[in-house]
């Protein structure tokens, strides 16, 4: 079995190991806010970013500042709704439909901010080369990236004939997943355990909002409506 292959099996499969998965992530992401809640940060959040930030290529700056922007309002309202309306040109209405719902989805790292009010990190502790605004757990950034980008990935496997085509679609939109937490904790806007709860959140999130779009798609709506009316 290639990567790609136990890759899709794992992330796009219904069956009971999926579900367990589901199940153990949300477990995870439950424990690590309420951890963040009483402001007990996991080992290693200044370690691991000193050595994320000890990273040094050409380019990184620029790099850094696209995913930054990519994932800053309302640029990424405006790549979701881009994408629904090329979605909805190709008659793929609902998953155009789906595409602005796990962008809306995104607003729900406000309830977790206010909750936590996690401060973010210090440039006593760390370099902070971003002056974000706001508090920290969990990253915004990464959470949208995990909603939009993973249910692109998704969709392409459902919507996308050309194998070539929807493997570039996926790699790169799990690319600008990671990408995106790597940057977030390079920056020095977020700890390690801020980009990892979202991540869970994200996976939580996303995991239930492809349920909902399955047992949509497998829905006969025509028929349905149709049963409705006479029933009336």
């Known amino acids: 079995m290639t990567i790609a292959a136990a890759l899709n099996q794992t992330i796009l499969g219904t069956g009971p190991k999926q579900w367990g998965l589901w199940l153990a992530t949300f ?26 930030q000890a990273v040094q290529l050409p380019g990184l700056d620029l790099i850094s500042d696209f995913i930054f922007r990519v994932g800053l309002s309302p640029t990424f309202q405006l790549i979701a709704l881009t994408i629904a309306a090329v979605m909805a040109l190709r008659r793929q209405h609902l998953a155009a439909l789906f595409v602005v ?6 607003g729900s790292v406000v309830l977790l901010k206010e909750l936590v009010e996690r401060p973010r990190p210090s440039p006593f502790q ?10 920290s757990f969990p990253s915004g950034h990464v959470l949208g990236a995990v909603l939009l980008w993973g249910l692109v990935y998704f969709a392409s496997e459902q919507l996308i004939a050309n194998r070539r085509i929807r493997r570039w679609v996926q790699w790169s ?18 700890w390690p355990s ?9 996976g939580v999130i996303l995991f239930a909002v492809v349920q909902v779009y399955r047992f949509c798609a497998g829905c006969h709506w025509r028929s349905l409506l149709a049963r409705i009316g006479g029933r009336s």
């Open 27 to 52: 477990v995870a992401a439950i424990a690590l806010t309420v951890l963040a809640l009483f402001s007990i940060y996991p080992p290693g959040d200044v370690t691991l970013t000193r050595a994320v």
């Open 101 to 106: 719902l796990a962008a809306i989805a995104r």
């Open 173 to 190: 939109s799990l690319a600008l997943i990671v990408l995106t937490g790597f940057q977030r904790v390079w920056a020095g806007a977020h």
């Open 194 to 202: 801020d980009v990892l709860a979202a991540y869970l959140w994200g």
């Open 126 to 135: 760390v370099d902070v080369t971003e002056q974000a605004g706001g508090v």
